[in-house]
Nanobody
Framework: QVQLVESGGGLMQPGGSLRLSCAAS????????IGWFRQVPGKEREGVSC??????????ADSVKGRFTFSRDNAKNTMYLKLQMNSLKPEDTAVYYC??????????????????WGQGTQVTVSS
């Protein structure tokens, strides 16, 4: 069974940096997409970044391009995902989720095509 466990997040001043981590285990799929999403109250969950199992490329939403970096390290049974967030802005404030899908697309796959989700972690950017 796929499990995604997130850590990191918190409160940061504008211009600062935070790093989110996600330990993903239980993958048995030959093909999958993994991504980071974020959501603020009253708005739909939006994609931040994603990558595919058969492609080393990583895709970013325009709003975070050049500021966020998504990386992954594959261990024996677990993938360690990291989202490094630099030059943070107040509009980056949201609950952030890591997610995985066996059938979605990257880029462009909407949140409802993802099958597995981390528990979410709050990121607040405020002075």
């Amino acid at each position: 069974q796929v499990q995604l466990v997130e850590s990191g997040g918190g409160l940061m001043q504008p211009g600062g940096s935070l790093r989110l981590s996600c330990a993903a285990s239980g993958f048995t799929l030959d093909y999958y997409v993994i991504g980071w999403f974020r959501q603020v109250p009253g708005k739909e969950r939006e994609g931040v970044s994603c990558t595919k199992s058969n492609d080393s490329s990583t895709y970013y939403a325009d709003s975070v391009k050049g500021r966020f970096t998504f990386s992954r390290d594959n261990a024996k049974n677990t993938m360690y995902l990291k989202l490094q967030m630099n030059s943070l802005k107040p509009e980056d404030t949201a609950v952030y989720y890591c997610a995985a899908s066996g059938g979605s697309s990257c880029p462009g796959g909407p949140w409802y095509e993802y099958d597995y989700w981390g528990q979410g972690t709050q990121v607040t950017v405020s002075s």
